[in-house]
């Protein structure tokens, strides 16, 4: 089983929906939970974090964790064209270590 | 004004050969890494380097050296190249573990 799984799509949706991505986890040592984000052709670019459980909230976007399910999730409000790309969750145990990344979801968000 | 960069974006080479990736990055961040992301999109670290000390070294082939002559930039030299290196290449830095800033990628083809 990986450490991080995430399923990688292509989830397609029309323009205005809501949108959730989800990750599951293994290791329950992860403390902080990263979302990055990756346009075509491009570095991973970070949207927000997490620490522990409970939700945050940026703008459209909401990161939520539940860690006694061991379950993130990402929703995004109002989907745009502009929000197609992978995202990818990148959980983080808060001690010099390496952030583990799920393998991506490719979000599609048609006119 | 790129934050991370990468030379060169693309790179197609031949099996055997050897080459160098460098990065620099001017956001004057502490901790710099490599990240191999293969065709399926899995990001994968390889290295990281504090303030010029190697302090992660994952599974990776010795044929992998990174080098950082100064805390703003480290460079990838891979010797003796496979069909396998094939991939997208990222450096990133961070002040601390969390938020790393990604370059650009360097796409490395091998025939």
């Known amino acids: 089983q990986k450490e991080v799984e995430q399923d990688p799509g292509p989830l397609s949706v029309p323009e205005g929906a809501i949108v959730s991505l989800n990750c599951t986890y293994s290791?329950?040592?992860?403390?902080?939970f990263m979302w990055y984000r990756q346009y075509s052709r491009k570095g991973p670019e970070l949207l927000m974090y997490?620490?522990?459980?409970g939700n945050k909230e940026d703008g459209r976007f909401t990161a939520q964790v539940d860690k006694s399910s061991k379950y993130i999730s990402l929703f995004i409000r109002d989907s745009q064209p502009s929000d197609s790309a992978t995202y990818l969750c990148a959980p983080y145990t808060g001690t010099a270590s390496k952030l583990t990344f799920g393998t991506g979801t490719r979000l599609q968000v048609t006119l | 004004d790129t934050a991370v960069s990468q030379t060169p974006k693309y790179l197609v080479t031949q099996m055997g050969n050897d080459k160098s990736i460098k990065c620099e990055q001017n956001l004057g961040h502490d901790t710099m890494y490599w990240y191999k992301q293969d065709s399926k999109k899995f990001l994968k670290i390889m290295f990281s380097?504090?303030?010029?000390?190697?302090?992660i070294n994952e599974t990776v082939p010795n044929r992998f050296s990174p080098k950082s002559p100064d805390k703003a930039h480290l460079n990838l030299h891979i010797n003796s190249l496979e069909l396998g290196d094939s991939a997208v290449y990222f450096c990133a830095s961070s002040h601390g573990e969390r938020e790393q800033y990604f370059g650009p990628g360097t796409r490395l083809t091998v025939t």
């Open positions: 380097y504090n303030n010029k000390e190697l302090i």
């Open positions: 997490t620490y522990s459980s």
């Open positions: 290791n329950s040592a992860f403390q902080y």
